[in-house]
């Protein structure tokens, strides 16, 4: 019996050859860190849920954003913790609220060597934990919250961010921030549009990285996991209205979704490797029932693979210094 003349297994043979061929490769600007700033706190603060995951004060943040910087990575993303919080959030248009000044310090330290991003979202700083403003029968408001999110868009252009992460998902809120940064002159000031955030189960060691107020839930804003098509829609609809990169968050479970708007979207198509994802992985590994390092490798080359062209995660560090180490 004569053997297989098609034989794939000649280019698996040795890691150099699987190096050679491989389809997809993990590469340090393609990796965004996302930081969460803390204010009132003396040290940076460990993240029970997220092992290896801390709340930076301001002085710790410029160590992390150098050392994102060396390790070639594209961005960072900051998300600020306030200390106190009101009904509207008015810590996020404060100029010397913690995240706008968390800008300036990153901007500062980190030069053109990557790009400062900033998360413009108000549930860090409502007292009630939502990502807008309440009506009277605590229904969270879209038009009064496009409003807020003009405010935040002009105050953290005006910090220095370079890319603005809309991740409240109000209807029209990437055509109103457009509008106002360009009616102000920011021109220049690009928008990431989280454009297809499902109501996930996988946000929870995140919540308590922000401390999150919220009691309930947001799937009267956020998407409902069974829906697919609807990713895609909202995918448009912002890119329509003037996104300059599109969002598919949570990234692992929604791999169908970034899939789907990758094919289609003229503009960049980025994914986050969310809190529940890192923990999830973090905690097999501490048992010993994974193989730590290749489940973070695996796990956001899927990312890539299904179609991003950045990820955020929490290991964008750890995975380029193995990028530069390889």
């Known amino acids: 019996m004569s053997g297989p003349v098609i034989r794939p297994r ?11 061929v491989a389809e997809t490769r993990i590469h340090p600007a393609q990796l965004i860190l996302p930081v969460f700033v803390r204010e009132g706190i003396t040290e940076p603060a460990p993240i029970g849920s997220m092992p290896g995951v ?13 050392d994102a910087a060396m390790a070639g ?13 009101d009904a509207i959030g008015s810590g996020a248009t404060d100029a010397d609220g913690i995240l706008n000044v968390a800008t300036r310090v990153a901007v500062a330290e980190a030069g053109d060597a990557l790009v400062v991003q900033t998360d413009l979202c108000l549930d860090e700083f409502t007292d009630h934990g939502h990502c807008g403003v309440l009506d009277a029968r605590g ?13 935040m868009a002009l105050a953290q252009a005006d910090a220095g961010s370079q890319l603005l992460g809309l991740s409240g998902m109000m209807d029209g809120q990437v055509a ?22 499902y109501a996930s189960a996988f946000y929870g060691p995140f919540r308590e990285a922000v401390d999150s107020q ?21 995918a448009a609809l912002d890119e329509a209205e003037g996104a300059d990169v599109l ?62 062209g950045a990820v955020l995660t929490y290991w964008a560090r750890e995975l380029a210094a193995g990028e530069k180490s390889a």
């Not at 801390?54 to 954003?65: G, I």
């Open 10 to 20: 000649r280019l698996r043979t040795t890691p150099a050859m699987r190096r050679l």
């Open 54 to 66: 801390v709340q930076h004060t301001l002085d710790s943040l410029k160590q992390a954003v150098h």
């Open 73 to 85: 990575l594209g961005g960072v993303m900051l998300f600020g913790i306030p200390a106190t919080r």
């Open 139 to 151: 229904r969270v408001d879209n038009d009064a919250t496009l409003v807020r999110y003009r405010e």
């Open 176 to 197: 109103a921030v457009r509008d106002a940064l360009d009616g102000a002159g920011k021109t220049d000031t690009a928008i990431l549009a989280y454009a297809a955030k």
């Open 214 to 234: 919220l009691t309930g839930d947001r799937r009267t804003y956020q998407q409902d996991p069974a829906n697919r098509i609807e990713g895609s829609r909202e």
């Open 247 to 308: 969002m598919v968050k949570p990234a692992m479970s929604y791999l169908d979704v970034l899939a789907d708007v990758a094919a289609v979207s003229q503009v960049p198509v980025w994914a986050y490797q969310v809190s529940g994802e890192y923990a999830m992985i973090e905690a097999a590994a501490a048992n010993g029932w994974i193989d730590r390092d290749r489940a973070i490798r695996e796990s956001v080359t899927g990312i890539l693979r299904a179609g991003a």
